[in-house]
T-cell receptor, first 114, second 113 residues
Framework: NAGVTQTPKFRVLKTGQSMTLLCAQD?????MYWYRQDPGMGLRLIHY???????AKGEVPDGYNVSRLKKQNFLLGLESAAPSQTSVYFC?????????????FGPGTRLTVT | GESVGLHLPTLSVQEGDNSIINCAYS??????FIWYKQESGKGPQFIID?????DKRQGQRVTVLLNKTVKHLSLQIAATQPGDSAVYFC????????????FGTGTRLQVTL
């Protein structure tokens, strides 16, 4: 049982490049989330999903897109990366049958945009 | 706007002593308050929660206190150990936000030997 995994662990992009971050969970959780964490700040919610085929905007959605085609996967896309998107990205999942705030987090992806 | 914040960015505690990490919140309409622990290079890990209609909740070596009068949340760690060294975040779920967490900025706990 791997829990929540994220791919890749590190990535360096040039301004304007695109990429997709992959999140996978093997706990059969309904809810999945993408956060970003910047130095000296807490986590901020980018997008989230309450089930396969559904997504919704969080606190800081601009510049990102997401897709939840399969229940176990939640993809975060950057269409045209900007230096302001340099951050550590965390994916999380939670079980809708329990109290949904007990979110399980992945190890994070450190993204640098030059 | 509404926010969840912390009083101190860094707390240094001697091994074996008790730790108290504080958090102030401004949103009165929250259903739950939660504490997360984040070790270096890892994602946050759930520690303990408290429902808004409670004042105190105890876990294993941890106690969370909620004072709604002054909008204050605290995490008490008994007999602090080196493994407790981490950044601690408080978070809240505002009513009607369907489990979306609002995180504070975090307090770093350093345990000295």
């Amino acid at each position: 049982n791997a829990g929540v995994t994220q791919t890749p662990k590190f990535r360096v992009l040039k301004t304007g490049q695109s990429m997709t971050l992959l999140c996978a969970q093997d706990m059969n959780h309904e809810y999945m989330y993408w956060y970003r964490q910047d130095p000296g700040m807490g986590l901020r919610l980018i997008h989230y999903s309450v089930g396969e085929g559904t997504t919704a905007k969080g606190e800081v959605p601009d510049g990102y897109n997401v897709s939840r085609l399969k229940k176990q996967n939640f993809l975060l896309g950057l269409e045209s990366a900007a230096p302001s998107q340099t951050s550590v990205y965390f994916c999380a999942s939670s079980d809708s049958r329990r109290i949904a705030y007990e979110q399980y987090f992945g190890p994070g992806t450190r993204l640098t945009v030059t | 706007g509404e926010s969840v914040g912390l009083h101190l960015p860094t707390l240094s505690v001697q091994e074996g002593d008790n730790s108290i990490i504080n958090c102030a919140y401004s949103n009165s309409a929250s259903d739950y308050f939660i504490w997360y622990k984040q070790e270096s290079g890892k994602g946050p890990q759930f520690i303990i929660d408290i429902r808004s209609n409670m004042d105190k909740r105890q876990g294993q070596r941890v106690t969370v206190l909620l004072n709604k009068t002054v909008k204050h949340l605290s995490l008490q760690i008994a007999a602090t150990q080196p493994g407790d060294s981490a950044v601690y975040f408080c978070a809240e779920i505002p009513t009607g936000t369907a489990s979306k967490l609002t995180f504070g900025t975090g307090t770093r706990l350093q345990v000295t030997l």
